[in-house]
């Protein structure tokens, strides 16, 4: 955006009137394509202060053929009249000053509020950008909790399915082991029971 002067926004707002619109504050703030409202009020206030001034026209002289006809009574007349309408202008002028007063205060107060308006969506525009990125992080996290948790589960079926082989082969163990203690202690009672006969008196004699 360049440099917003003032001399910029009195070109912009001389252009709008010579191309017969009423240059207003929002149309020359969409010319400049931004700028505080603040400072656009103040120097718009000043702008239209200098338009009045080229727009006024001295007042006219009394015609001459009643400075002719009227020659003394005339100038006195035309004095009264002068007076009588300065006087008139004098109390519009002053009704106009307290209006314009007025409407200036109604402007700057109006320009503030839409600053304040103004920041008050920057900040919002701000919070909502920063919420989104906040929300694409926690869905990327969830979405790295699910794989970690199907992760998990595939890890923990594995485990189960070890386990399960684990207790099978200690069932076998444990039945192959008791198999081998039967044939231990048959084993020993058929050597106790060979003792015992080779012992016995009978086979001796």
Sequence with gaps: MSVITRERIFQIADEIDS?????TLSSVRKRLGGGSFSTLSKTMAEWR??????KKRPAEPAPQD?????LELG?????MALENANARLAGEREAFEAARIQLEADKAEAAEVA?????????MKGRMAALEIAESDA??????LRAHNAEISGQLAVAEARVVEIIRRADDLSNELARVNRQNSELVNTLAESASRKE????KR
């Design 19 to 23: 191309a017969g619109q009423n240059p």
């Design 200 to 203: 016995s008196p009978s086979s």
């Design 49 to 54: 202060e200098a338009y009045v001034a080229r």
């Design 139 to 144: 869905r990327n996290k969830a979405e790295g």
């Design 115 to 123: 600053d304040q308006m103004a920041t008050e969506v920057d900040t």
């Design 66 to 70: 009643i400075s002719e006809r009227f």
């Design 75 to 79: 100038w006195e007349i035309w004095a």
